[in-house]
């Protein structure tokens, strides 16, 4: 009796451990085999939403199929359709139904062969995923597979990865792409009758299109129809609706909007954009009408990009309009092509230059003839006006005096800037360019410029639009706040708000006009037209040209580019709203940030003071200019001092005053007061190479040499290389013809003033 005990004790107690340790692998096991991605490997279409999440565009697969990513829900009809034809108790099993399985066995060995699966929606998207021979024993892993899948997604997700990977014929996978492919419609609105026949398509997917497959698959849909009546899913009337619709005939071609922009989305995901799908039909549909003008005019391409500046979101883009004209080059996306940038970037100069204090608004630059370096620009309408104030210099568009305010500002920080304001392609050194870089020697991008633009109209106005300062960026290049300070940018504002630019727009061809900012650009040759307008809401950018390159007599960017962006402001919704001048101290939420500085340090300190200035010149008054408050960056302070006042009088540079005078008859110039400087030359300009003509006779013509001179009366002798060689009286032109080599000219008036140049003159 003593050993009985040891009878209670288990029989085999080692295996106790044993078997939790096998209990506890076995549930690892499980836990663990599920592939943390189902459908890892598997390649999906590009889908491009607009803001409104309709279809813009999509591209096939990488494995040649319209497999749209999948989404988390099914719209109803469409799941409801699904579970009553493939697994009516979807909703209520673990993953796998035995009831389901023990009567397909059945059935299966009655008739001695396979007739029902018996597998459930949750078996089937494992059996999709893993493409595995169709046994018994792959059917036992789908079914643990299957309740692990349960355990980790809710069912509509579960049937919403079925509806993804399910083939709907042919090389459409996915309810999505089916519902495009074959009824021109998002799944969310097909009827009954079209959820029905994708609900039984999967399960016979090569019958749709077959001639003999058609009748059948009629009558599977009418099956599935009365089962979603007899369980009360669609009322009798919509039945007998749903009854009369045919199936449906060959695929259909998918949506097609915006198409530039959707190459440029990333590849085999879903991307939401902020493209507004009604108003890019409508800029759609007037740069295709445009273009088709134009194109008569032999200005093939034309692009635009709107931009909503409170968002930073591209809301229409036209990468190249009229698509359906043919001509080489129509499928190149223009607003990403670098192009010569014309006078387009020239407010980022002007709005630069105030930030940081160089200018003040109005603040007169030069304009007349120079050379720097063998780089003679001239304006567009090859005239000089001696002195124009900056403002003015920008709405005219003057190359000149921008010239003048790029040197000053400097070539290396100007081009940095631009980098900083999102142009990627300003890629070579900033040597390369030089001062042509503010007259289109460079290259930029009608997306990136748009964007900069944008970036600045958001800067002046964004406070009062978008509280938070967020802009959202989607398929779009990155911002900088470079230029930020906010009365700088009102004052370009300002300045490209004057409309009243002569010669530059036909009005005539602008049906209705609304307020904007804008500026155009025309790059030497007529090779690229450009156009930007800014309202307070968006900003507008217009290309016109050839993707090819060669230049049209005619095209510029305020009689090409001009009024289509006038027709695309027109499009946008109507508001009163304009940019406010800022205010007096007005403090910047954001400063600039110390490290985006670079080497110059700070640059501003980004607010407004009110200043003396010279009502003349538009620089800091002295206390011999007409003064007047003004309201300015506080950089502005300091800038340079009004040089052009003494003892009461505006003198300017006599190279400037022998061209600002014909279009100043008010101007009266130095009476008693003797200037610094009474002599300049005008042609040449010192260290100019000359190449002088020769006549058919073979005799050199000379070039004819040019000085101003203060005094209108005053009398000059001209020594050339130290030598005699004239003398002028009122007008001081001379005609000379130097040998090949450096000279040196002198001219002397009577009161022994002189100025003197080097040149050279080019051998044969
Ligand atoms: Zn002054």
């Keep these: 009796m003593a050993g009985q005990p040891d009878h209670k004790r288990p029989r085999h107690p080692r295996l106790r451990p044993g078997i939790s340790l096998g209990l506890a692998v076995l549930l690892l096991a499980y836990l663990f085999c599920l592939p943390k991605d189902l459908f890892k490997g598997v390649s999906y279409s590009t889908v491009v939403e607009s803001a409104e999440g309709e279809l813009l565009g999509a591209r ?86 299957a309740t692990r899948l349960e355990l980790r997604y809710p069912k509509q997700r579960i049937l919403a990865l079925y509806a993804s990977h399910a083939p709907f014929g042919g090389n459409v996978v996915g309810l999505e792409a089916a519902a495009w492919r074959y009824f021109g419609r998002p799944a969310s609105e097909l009827s009954w009758a079209e959820a029905a026949t994708l609900a039984v398509l999967p399960n016979a997917p090569s019958t749709l299109h077959l001639g003999k497959g058609r009748e059948d ?102 990468g190249n309009a009229s698509p359906e004209r043919e001509r080489t080059g129509v499928q190149v996306d223009i607003a990403a092509s670098p192009r010569s940038t014309g006078s387009i970037l020239k407010p980022f100069l002007y709005a630069a230059a105030l930030q940081e204090g160089e200018i003040l608004p109005h603040t007169l630059l030069p304009d007349i003839p120079v050379n720097l370096g063998g780089f003679a620009p001239q304006n567009f309408d090859r005239q000089f006006y001696g002195a124009v104030p900056a403002s003015e210099a920008l709405a005219r568009s003057l190359n000149v005096p921008a010239v003048f305010l790029l040197r000053q500002y400097g070539v290396p920080k100007f081009h940095s800037l631009l980098q900083k304001e999102g142009l990627t392609t300003l890629t070579h050194n900033p040597d390369y360019y030089g001062l042509s870089l503010i007259l289109g020697g460079g290259e930029g991008r009608l997306d990136e410029i748009t964007a900069a633009y944008s970036a600045m109209a958001y800067s002046c106005h964004g406070d009062s639009l978008d509280p938070d300062g967020s802009r959202n960026d989607n398929c779009h290049t990155e911002r900088s706040e470079c230029i930020s300070d906010r009365l700088a940018i009102w004052y370009t504002l300002q300045a490209l708000q004057e409309v009243n630019r002569p010669d530059e727009l036909d009005w005539r061809l602008i049906r209705s006009v609304r307020k904007a900012a804008w500026k155009t650009g025309t790059s030497y040759g007529f090779r690229d037209a450009w156009a930007v307008g800014m309202t307070p809401a968006y900003t507008i950018g217009v290309w016109a040209g050839n993707a090819d390159g060669h230049g049209v007599p005619g095209l510029t960017g305020a009689r090409t580019a001009g009024p289509v962006m006038f027709d695309i402001l027109n499009l946008l919704p109507a508001s009163d709203e304009w940019f406010e001048e800022p205010s007096c101290h ?174 050279t003159v080019a051998g044969d």
């Design 60 to 145: 096939i697969a990488a494995d040649g199929q319209w497999r749209f990513p999948p989404c988390d829900t099914l719209p109803e009809r469409l799941a409801t359709a699904l579970v009553q034809f493939e697994d009516r108790q979807f909703w209520w099993h673990p993953g796998v139904n035995p009831v389901a399985m023990g009567r397909a066995l059945l059935q299966n060995l009655r008739s001695g062969h396979v007739v029902s699966g018996g597998s459930t929606l949750t078996m089937q998207v494992i059996r999709l995923s893993r493409q595995k021979e169709r046994t018994v024993w792959q059917k036992l892993i789908e079914s643990v597979l």
């Design 217 to 318: 698959l009629l009558q599977k849909r009418n099956r599935l129809l009365k089962r979603l009546l007899e369980h009360g899913d669609l009322s009798a009337d919509t039945y007998e609706a749903a009854l009369e619709e045919p199936l449906p005939d060959a695929p259909l071609p998918l949506p097609s909007y915006a198409s530039h922009f959707v190459e440029r989305c990333p590849r085999g995901v879903r991307t939401r954009t902020g493209i507004r799908l009604p108003l890019q039909k409508a800029v759609s549909a007037v740069a295709d009408r445009q273009s088709d003008d134009l194109a008569k005019e032999g200005v093939a391409d034309l692009a635009v990009v709107v931009i909503d500046n409170a968002t930073g979101e591209i809301v229409a883009y036209v």
């Design 586 to 759: 007005t403090e910047r939420s954001e400063r600039i940030s110390g490290d985006s500085l670079g080497p110059e340090g700070p640059r501003n300190d980004n607010y407004s003071v009110y200043a003396n200035v010279c009502t003349q010149s538009g620089m800091l008054a002295t206390p011999d200019c007409p003064a007047q408050e003004m309201l300015i960056p506080a950089a502005g302070l300091q800038s340079e001092p009004c040089p052009y006042h003494r003892t009461g009088e505006f003198v300017l540079t006599p190279a400037m005053e022998w061209f600002y005078k014909p279009h100043h008859p008010e101007y009266v110039g130095a009476r008693s007061a003797v200037s610094t400087q009474e002599i300049e030359f005008i042609y040449p300009q010192s260290g100019t190479t000359l190449y002088l003509p020769r006549q058919l006779s073979g005799q050199v013509e000379g070039a004819v040499f040019r000085v101003a001179h203060h005094r209108s009366d005053a009398t000059l002798w001209w020594h050339l290389d130290q030598t005699y060689v004239g003398e002028t009286r009122f007008l001081h032109e001379l005609r000379l013809a130097p040998a090949p080599g450096s000279h040196t000219l002198t001219v002397v008036d009577g009161d022994g003033n002189s100025a003197t140049i080097r040149f």
